[in-house]
């Protein structure tokens, strides 16, 4: 439960740093990576939950592409 809690606090007070590290005119590109980044780890354990450990590796890679793709333009 500790680690839980320690990774919980280190996403939430981390990712301000991640939409604040993109350029000034990055538009949307930074806070739509926090909000996929989010949705990629709510789809990843949802295929483990659902598939298990070997379909949830299977799948890590094409959520990610997927994730990666609908962020925004630079």
Known sequence: ???LATLS???ILGS???ALAAEHNASYRGIGLIYFTFIAGILI??????FGK???YVAIPFILGWCYWMLPPT
């Open 54 to 56: 070997k379909a949830m």
């Open 16 to 18: 301000p740093a991640l």
């Open 1 to 3: 439960m500790k680690r």
């Open 45 to 50: 354990y949802g295929v483990h939950d659902s």
């Open 9 to 11: 606090a280190g996403l």
